[in-house]
């Protein structure tokens, strides 16, 4: 019986199992986390942010050049962007209204005409590459992208572009594909969802000055005519005067 019960107690004095290991793994994905519904929740408001505002765009191979947006009350839109097409002689309007998409070319050194417009399609359509000078999608679908939880980002927290100010998040995407559904980049807002800066593959955008207050809707800047949408290439001697698509 002594070895039995000897037997017994050495099996239960052993070493007890070692504890479980403690977790020393990075506590980023919780941030990053933090700052994905950030940005969703600044994003959405933005998306209820009605403006009229200007923004410096920089895109390094030349001036810098001041952007126009409009978010109308009514949910139409309106983005100026000089300086795109022709070569960059001629300013250019990207405007949605309930009639559809339209590309407005502005009275500038390469169209001494009055403004006018071409329709490019219905409000909701995606502007064709070749005609798309990309300034004018942190203001309109990217928004619907940053709101997404399903889209295959990766945001974490980020310092504001230089001169620009902001609560701002790098954004990545996780998808292979080639079409990725906004640009990577740096996206900044105020706290009431006013986009304050975006760096992106087109440049840097940065608000300059106070916005001032919405229109109840956005105005085309011409009449809508039958004439070509305006390309951005400059045109070549053998192109007719009135050809906006090279």
């Not at 403006?51 to 947006?69: C, E, K, M, Q």
């Not at 590309?103 to 409000?123: E, F, I, K, N, W």
């Not at 760096?199 to 085309?220: D, H, K, S, Y």
């Amino acid at each position: 019986m002594a070895i039995t019960l000897s037997a017994l107690l050495s099996g239960c004095t052993a070493d007890p199992p070692a504890p479980a290991p403690t977790s020393t793994a990075d506590p980023a994905p919780a941030e990053v986390d933090a700052a994905r519904d950030e940005l969703a929740a600044l994003a959405a408001a933005a998306q209820d942010r009605h403006l009229t505002a200007a923004y410096t765009f920089a895109t390094g191979d030349g001036p810098d050049r001041t952007i126009t947006v409009t978010s109308a009350n009514d949910g139409t839109w309106r983005v100026d962007v000089p300086g795109w097409g022709r070569g960059g002689t001629v300013d250019v309007s990207l405007a949605a209204t309930a009639d559809g998409l339209f590309q407005c070319a502005l009275t500038s050194a390469g169209h001494a005409a009055p403004p006018s417009c071409v329709r490019l399609g219905d409000p909701d359509d995606s502007v064709p590459r070749k005609l798309d000078p990309r300034v004018q999608h942190p203001f309109t679908d990217w928004l619907e992208v940053l709101t997404d939880r399903r889209a295959p980002l990766a945001v974490s927290p980020a310092e504001p572009p230089t001169g620009a100010a902001g609560q701002c998040y790098s954004v990545e995407s996780t998808s292979a594909s080639l079409n990725a559904p906004l640009d990577v980049g740096i996206y900044c807002y105020r706290p009431d969802g006013t986009p304050s800066a975006v760096r992106a593959a087109f440049g840097t955008l940065r608000l300059a000055g106070e916005p001032g207050p919405a229109p109840a809707t956005v105005a085309l800047a011409g009449p809508v005519t039958e004439d070509d949408p305006v390309g951005r290439e400059a045109p070549t001697p053998d192109d007719s005067p009135s050809s906006g698509t090279q």
